[in-house]
């Protein structure tokens, strides 16, 4: 079987800046934040949720939309159904 690649783990060190131009909401959201551990926690967790959201898969989010549509079909007998809840008791 073929083996995908293997990639060295190095440690990669950034050091960057960010002005509120280049982009508000990113800027908006670390610049809460003080300098140092919790700035860089924060923008570790944005990146992560970042690759999540680019890797969803994309039929995904078409089934739940095609699920929702399903299931917001309604015909008028569906009051009645829900009206027979507060209906006198059913006797046996």
Same mark, same amino acid.
């Given at each position: 079987?073929? =083996?995908? %690649? +293997?990639? *060295?783990?190095?440690?990669? =060190?950034?050091? !960057? ?5 280049? /982009? %508000? ?7 809460? !934040? #003080? #300098?140092?551990?919790? =700035? ?8 992560? &949720? ?9 039929? !995904?989010?078409?089934?739940?939309? &095609?699920?929702? /549509?399903?299931? +917001?079909?309604? +015909? ?11 209906? *006198? %008791?059913? +006797?046996?």
């Amino acid at each position: 079987m073929n =083996r995908p %690649p +293997t990639i *060295p783990c190095e440690r990669i =060190r950034l050091v !960057f800046e960010l002005e509120r131009d280049d /982009n %508000p909401r990113l800027y908006d959201d670390l610049i809460r !934040f #003080k #300098k140092g551990t919790k =700035r860089v926690n924060r923008l570790r967790t944005l990146a992560q &949720e970042g690759l999540l959201a680019q890797h969803w898969p994309t039929g !995904f989010a078409g089934q739940i939309l &095609e699920v929702r /549509n399903q299931a +917001t079909l309604r +015909t008028q007998d569906d009051a009645s159904i829900t009206n027979q809840v507060f209906g *006198p %008791p059913i +006797t046996e």
